[in-house]
């Protein structure tokens, strides 16, 4: 149905009391005063865009106790997301035709948020990636083992760039060495360890060989979770193409300060110094990290509960991105802008959405918000199935509303479209 939404807008660089109409899903007007049958007032509670998540791990196929489309995708939408982009380390994982147009089935069942597949790439489809190209929204390159991961050898990785590269499609790579984290394997017990066989020379060796080997390529290439000063210092002459990443965890959490539960804040790159994640913030807040990307990688408290040598890496954090850096707002600790452009405007653009913005012509995906209701983030009121999150107790501002092309989807803690009413986008 169209409609026109009424409250405190940000629109070109600025808040406004004005109306958003919304025709078939697209914003087709923004002025001071408009009319509709299906009228909307929010007061002066603030519409922002909807967040884009460009990193999560949905599980499914393959890991149902963990995640699956549908509470992944309800997770998304409570926190102010309208789209999530799927990574391939599943079961099986997402490396060929058939189970990238399973996996797209799957979501396209289940998924209450816009969605886009990305394929993994290995030693063995290199060869394959432009017949993939059809079937996904980007490729994802693992340059050393994380959870389940996809192994691909130095000598390919320029060949795998390459192939990429002519796809046009952006390709997303999770920097870290692994020639350096097998140097430097041993038995961990604790997050301490965990830094030391997984260095911040491990990130830097993978961020080198990417810049050696893509530096004259012409499609996007995205460094995923970046995670240390040096590796930030590595990328600070990069070629325009190459966007970075950093996630709510390396933000937020140091060793210095993490020493009860440890499995549960293991996660691959780790979380590292006080200094790095100080230059982190810099990094973020001088434009030198272009985006936020949860990494939502979850995993069941039974799974964490065990020796740290044995527990799984990785940490949900779909549900609490934006309402976390909301907060940081309103701490003076970022830029409204900086925000937006990191987790609305930015991810649009590289992934080709037409979402992101409230412009006409774009996809009607916004939040309604009132800054001042601060909430404390409780795993018991979050939507992931692993059921807890590191970042209990920290102070959040939910959405109260969520739209996605013009459809209200979450409304006063009720989702109120149908599974299946996320679309695919990116192919
Ligand atoms: O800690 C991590 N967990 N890092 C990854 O790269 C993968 C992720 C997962 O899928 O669990
Ligand atoms: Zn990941």
């Known amino acids: 149905m169209d409609l026109t939404v009424e409250g405190k807008i940000y629109h070109n660089g600025s808040f406004e009391q004005a109306c958003v109409s919304i025709k078939q899903g697209k914003i087709v007007s923004i002025k001071k005063t408009l009319k509709s049958d299906n009228h909307l007032n929010v007061g002066t509670n603030l519409i922002l865009p909807a967040g884009i998540d460009s990193h999560v791990h949905f599980r499914d196929p393959g890991f149902p106790q963990k995640e699956d489309f549908s509470t992944g995708s309800t997770a998304a939408a409570f926190g102010g997301i309208s789209c999530i982009f799927d990574m391939p380390n599943t079961q099986p994982q997402t490396i060929s035709t058939r189970t990238l147009m399973e996996k797209t089935q799957l979501a396209s069942q289940k998924s209450y948020v816009d969605f ?34 996809l192994h691909i050898s130095p000598q390919n990785l320029k060949v795998a760039l390459g192939e990429a590269d002519r796809t046009k499609k952006i390709t997303l790579v999770h920097a870290e060495d692994e020639h350096c984290l097998k140097k430097h394997e041993d038995r961990e017990q604790s997050l301490v360890d965990h830094l030391r066989c997984r260095s911040t020379e491990c990130e830097e060796a993978a961020i080198r060989s990417i810049l050696q080997n893509g530096h004259d390529f012409s499609s996007p290439l995205h460094i995923c979770h970046l995670s240390s000063y040096d590796g930030l210092e590595l990328l600070r002459r990069r070629p325009k193409n190459i966007s970075v990443g950093v996630t709510p965890h390396h933000l937020f959490f140091d060793v210095q300060t993490l020493n009860k539960n440890q499995t549960f804040y293991k996660v691959n790159p780790p979380i590292r110094s006080s200094f790095d994640r100080e230059a982190l913030w810099k990094g973020v807040n001088t434009h030198q990290i272009d985006i936020l990307e949860s990494d939502h990688a979850p995993h069941t408290t039974e799974e964490k509960t065990v020796d740290f040598d044995s527990a799984p890496s990785g940490v949900p954090g779909v ?91 979450i409304d006063d803690h009720q989702i109120l479209v149908k599974q299946g009413f996320g679309k695919s986008v990116g192919v």
């Open 116 to 149: 886009g597949i990305f394929a993994g790439v290995n030693d063995e489809n290199i060869g394959r990636l432009s017949e993939l190209s059809s079937y996904c929204a980007g490729f994802k390159i693992f340059l050393g083992n994380s959870t389940h991961s």
């Open 319 to 409: 549900e609490t991105l934006y309402p976390l850096m909301l907060v940081s707002i309103k701490k003076g600790q970022l830029a409204l802008d900086t925000l937006l452009s990191m987790f609305c405007e930015t991810p649009a653009q590289i992934l080709h959405l037409p979402k992101g913005k409230l412009e006409i012509g774009r996809d009607a995906d916004f939040i309604v918000v009132d800054m001042k209701n601060i909430q404390k983030i409780s795993a018991e009121h979050l939507h992931s199935k692993c059921g807890w999150t590191p970042f209990e107790g920290f102070p959040a501002i939910f959405p109260s509303m969520v739209f996605i092309r013009g459809e209200k989807v």
